[in-house]
């Protein structure tokens, strides 16, 4: 499955609205008397799961809050979930899919016959390891949100650690160990030659960094990650943007003025030509912002809803959360690769349109930051990082179920957004919005966002081919 594919008056009414539902996920709202949950555990927990690492997005800052290292803890929580529940599965010899990594889990059973909630036992537990250790900092709020689904202390005897969720969380940190994540080298390309990236001059604000010199590139790195499931960052990279050598041939071509001329007219503050639907569009899925749970978290909240239509027992919720987060971790992956390890580091839109001169020199883009100040995010345009990530995530979706037209609700919490809530007629569409919400806020230009919808979409289509994949009638077990 290939595809090719002024400020508002509202803006003061979004943030307060955005801010209410924040709030509605502050951590004083976790402690609930351990007497009422003590019989059993209320609603799947894997979803339960995911709305407590969202708010631990919401609460990151600087290069944690960065889509490659939420994407990352996303495909971690979740592929751990996913292997503690294979693990159940194998137990009981109702194992369907293989597990992420090699040799599935079996654990000694007194019975034939599953113990009392074990099966969410095994998840609620890994999934607070996995958390509380990628996010040291939130592990009070994650602490009080263990005890408020099980009635118990997170510090609490449980004997599944032993048997399962030790060596889950073990072989999920190994796999990650040395991946490149933490690399802490900052970028020192070419920011002189026109076209080139560079800084694009904002200043650093009490939520937000700055962008003014190079080192202040976010994650230059993260295109060298050790990928998930994927070979390579660069598997799905085009040798170069558009077949352009050098960015002096990129300049001169007539495409390339087309492209900046467009991204001019569309993508500004003041522009008379975007459409309303498109400026609603642009900001549903922006979440660039930190204290919004950046598009992986927006992302992952949507596979909770299509997760919830389809009413998907807890071994395929856990599966779905699974293919997503790991298409997602690989779609930033490949991302990075082409902002930063692609012969052209292209520059944004806002220098590109500034450097045509004339009543141009002042150009701002609709993309702005809490107060409304011009804002582009601080790295390279080319990929488009948002396409990559719908895209990725549509095709995740679109494998799983074999299909497309599938109508649910998509919701907002970026400070700017105009609607809460958004109907999806199909998860194609969720691509198609994403992949062109940047070109109206004036942070990519058109072929940023096509290029980076089809190597998503590739990365989703590898990702199921190779990852979680059914298990063969008959097949050994490997322990």
């Avoid at 339960?48 to 290292?69: C, E, H, I």
């Avoid at 970028?187 to 202040?216: F, L, M, N, V």
Wanted: aromatic share 10%.
């Amino acid at each position: 499955m290939k595809y090719r594919a002024g400020r508002h008056l509202g803006r003061l009414r979004a943030v307060a609205v955005a801010g209410a539902l924040l709030a509605g996920l502050s951590p004083a709202a976790a402690a609930a008397p351990p007497a009422a949950v003590v019989t059993g555990h209320k609603g799947d927990p894997t979803q339960y799961w995911n709305k407590v690492l969202l708010q631990t997005f919401r609460n990151a800052r600087g290069s944690d809050a960065s889509p490659g290292n939420l994407s990352r803890s996303g495909a971690m929580v979740f592929a751990a979930i996913y292997n503690a529940e294979s693990a159940y599965q194998n137990t009981y010899g109702t194992l369907k899919y293989q597990p992420y990594l090699n040799r599935p889990l079996k654990y000694a059973s007194e019975s034939s016959q599953p113990g009392r909630d074990e099966e969410e036992r095994l998840i609620d537990r890994t999934a607070y390891r996995m958390i509380s250790e990628l996010y040291p900092g939130d592990k009070a709020y994650i602490d009080a949100r263990y005890e408020a689904r099980t009635g118990r202390s997170p510090y609490a005897y449980e004997p599944l650690d032993r048997l399962v969720v030790d060596r889950v969380v073990r072989q999920i940190n190994k796999s990650r160990a040395d991946d490149g994540s933490d690399n802490p080298e900052v970028y020192d390309g070419d920011t002189t030659t026109p076209g080139a990236w560079r800084p694009t001059g904002e200043e650093a604000t009490a939520d937000e960094g700055a962008c003014k010199e190079p080192s202040d590139a976010v994650t230059p790195n993260w295109g060298k990650v050790k990928p998930f499931v994927l070979r390579s960052g660069s598997q799905f990279r085009p040798p170069t943007l558009r077949g352009f050598t050098s960015y002096d041939e990129m300049l001169a071509s007539p495409e390339y003025a087309r492209q900046v001329d467009e991204v001019r007219r569309v993508g500004a503050v003041d522009s008379t030509e975007r459409t309303y639907d498109q400026t609603v569009v642009g900001w549903f899925w922006d979440h660039d912002l930190n204290g919004t749970y950046h598009p992986p978290g927006q992302l992952l909240q949507l596979t909770g809803t299509v997760a919830k239509k389809f009413k998907l027992d807890t071994y395929e919720t856990t599966r779905l959360f699974a293919l997503s987060a790991l298409s997602l971790a690989d779609a930033g992956i490949a991302a990075w690769d082409s902002k930063f390890d692609s012969p052209i580091n292209e520059w944004r839109p806002v220098s590109a349109v500034r450097a045509t001169g004339g009543a141009n020199a002042n150009w701002e883009p609709l993309s702005a930051d809490r107060s409304g100040a011009p804002w582009t995010p601080c790295f390279p345009a080319w990929t488009s990082g948002h396409a990559n990530f719908t895209a990725a995530w549509a095709g995740a979706m679109q494998h799983y179920f074999d299909r497309d037209d599938v109508s649910f609700t998509a919701h907002s919490e970026d400070p700017h957004t105009l609607v809460l809530s958004r109907q999806m007629n199909s998860f194609s569409q969720v691509a198609q919005e994403g992949e062109f919400s940047r070109l109206w806020l004036g942070a990519h230009f058109r072929w940023d966002a096509e290029d980076g919808r089809e190597i998503g979409t590739n990365v989703a289509e590898y990702v199921f081919d190779n990852a979680l994949q059914p298990t063969r009638p008959g097949r050994p077990d490997q322990r």
